[in-house]
């Protein structure tokens, strides 16, 4: 009678946590990818809806004569300001649908009438930290940056 030996094959620890590094390296550098995607998905929302913005206060202007205050700000496109010609208003208005409309951040869009640099007005949404200035993700997006955007 023979006896056979078997042997069993198994990870050693050392073979186990290479795998495990080996992981935690393709998990983090996927996060980092996934993240900077996500930055990148939100500025280009801002600069779609800055430019949705834009053709609604286009369309104010024709109907209305002029832009709306900076206290009036965006929500004259979906809402008659008080004091306004409301019959005429009605005739183009609302502007634009959508009645609440931050930035991606959740940050409100900022509005001046007038504008800067001889522009009738500005339109600005201040990045991910929600500061004027920064760089990268935290950049501003101006309504004159977005694609297509033309001083009135």
Same mark, same amino acid.
């Given at each position: 009678m023979l006896r056979t030996i078997r042997h069993r094959h198994a990870l050693t620890l050392i073979e186990l946590l290479v795998v @495990? @590094? &080996?992981l935690v390296i393709l998990a983090g550098s996927i996060t980092l990818y996934v993240v900077n995607k996500a930055d990148q998905a939100r500025a280009a929302r801002a600069?779609? %809806?800055l430019a949705t913005v834009e053709q609604a206060l286009s369309a104010y202007h024709i109907t209305m004569g002029e832009y709306p205050t900076s206290e009036e700000g965006l929500m004259a496109l979906w809402q008659c300001p008080s004091g /306004? +010609? /409301?019959e005429r208003w009605h005739k183009g208005g609302p502007f634009i649908t959508k009645k609440n409309y931050? +930035?991606?951040w959740g940050n409100e869009y900022i509005y001046h009438a007038p504008g800067s640099d001889d522009h009738d007005y500005d339109v600005l949404c201040l990045? #991910? %930290?929600g500061r004027e200035g920064g760089e990268g993700k935290n950049a %501003? &997006? #101006?309504i004159w940056d977005v694609e297509g955007g033309k001083a009135p």
């Open positions: @495990m @590094m &080996i600069k779609a %809806d /306004e +010609d /409301e931050n +930035d991606p990045g #991910s %930290d %501003d &997006i #101006s």
